[in-house]
């Protein structure tokens, strides 16, 4: 096992790290299938400590190492894990296969190679048959795939809901402020 972790601070989401920070169960997995991905796929650890959510992270490939891939998926729910973002490169088969042995939301985040510019890895991911879901975001989109999995936790926890509201208004405040330095410009 690579890179699991239980965390709350952006120092510490360094894949690899086996350090425990909270003693509570993760909600989130962050899983990818190589540790070449992490380059993108922090941007979801790093947003999931910013609301605070325990997550875990984990290296598990489809192509690689299929049993072990099928037995997270298996076993992810029965952890208490609530969402799963897997992010995979070119032939990105992790997230739907994820999602074809799990009942839970899989938000597939499409990583970026060298060659075709992530878009290979977007139309792996996207184009899942009826009835076996794959929440895709950008390529590259791993801290928005955060952000949806904190939406999805908030449909039953009030609290989140309400940080949500505060972040989208942190969003709101940030826009009008660029908007005042670029018009001070004119
Ligand atoms: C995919 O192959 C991984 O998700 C990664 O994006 C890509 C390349 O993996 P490495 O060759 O860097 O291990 O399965």
Redesign the pocket.
């Given at each position: 096992m690579l890179g699991r972790q239980q965390n709350s601070s952006a120092r510490d989401n360094r894949i690899g790290n086996q350090t425990k920070i909270h003693s509570v169960p993760a909600l989130v997995a962050i899983v990818?299938?190589?540790?070449?991905?992490w380059t993108v796929m922090a941007d979801a650890a790093e947003a999931l400590t910013e609301f605070d959510i325990p997550h875990e992270v984990e290296v598990v490939?489809?192509?690689?190492t299929p049993d072990r891939m099928i037995e997270f998926g298996r076993e992810a729910r029965d952890r208490g894990i609530r969402v799963i973002i897997a992010?995979?490169?070119?032939?990105?088969h992790?997230p739907g296969m994820l999602a074809s042995v799990t009942t839970l939301p899989v938000i597939g985040v499409p990583?970026p190679?060298a060659k075709l510019d992530g878009l290979d890895?977007l139309l792996s991911i996207v184009q899942m048959p009826a009835g076996i879901p794959v929440a895709t975001v950008s390529i590259g989109g791993a801290r928005n795939a955060a952000i949806l999995a904190v939406r999805i936790l908030s449909v039953a926890d009030a609290a989140l809901a309400t940080k949500l509201d505060e972040f989208a208004k942190s969003l709101e405040v940030a826009v009008a402020a660029k908007n005042a330095a670029l018009r001070s410009k004119l």
């Open positions: 990818m299938g190589s540790d070449s991905d490939s489809a192509h690689r992010g995979a490169g070119g032939a990105a992790l990583v190679l890895s």
